[in-house]
């Protein structure tokens, strides 16, 4: 019912800078939250940033001072601006929300399929 298109993955050299993006489509009644994770080789996959309906944010700190989170509502899309990237930046990082489509009662999670990103040393 839902779904998810990231973009903006890459390659960087650490201190460098990228954006990603998330758009949401289909039945959709209500987002509640939009979200990025990330996993790394070898490592569990960890929240790095969410915001809410109504704009609060929450950070991982290893990424605090460095990412950013927005949204914009009219579009559905999420945004992570990731700036002073560091190479233990690196990894899968995948969209995630928390949305009440338009048949149901209670919300349910949906994800992206997971874009790469790179930072070189």
């Known amino acids: 019912q839902v779904q998810l298109v990231e973009s903006g993955g890459g390659l960087v050299q650490a201190g460098g800078s990228l954006r990603v993006s998330c758009a949401a489509s289909?039945?959709?009644?209500?987002?509640?939250?939009m979200g990025w994770y990330r996993q790394a080789p070898g490592k569990k996959r960890e929240l790095v940033a969410t915001?809410?309906?109504?704009?609060?944010?929450n950070y991982a700190d290893s990424v605090k001072g460095r990412f950013t989170i927005s949204r914009d509502n009219g579009k559905n899309t999420v945004y992570l601006q990731m700036n002073s990237l560091k190479p233990e930046d690196t990894a899968v990082y995948s969209c995630?929300?928390?949305?009440?489509?338009?048949?149901?009662?209670?919300?349910?999670?949906?994800w992206g399929q997971g874009t790469q990103v790179t930072v070189s040393s």
């Open positions: 289909g039945s959709i009644f209500r987002i509640n939250a």
């Open positions: 995630y929300v928390l949305v009440v489509t338009t048949r149901a009662l209670w919300p349910s999670d949906y």
């Open positions: 915001i809410t309906d109504d704009s609060s944010t």
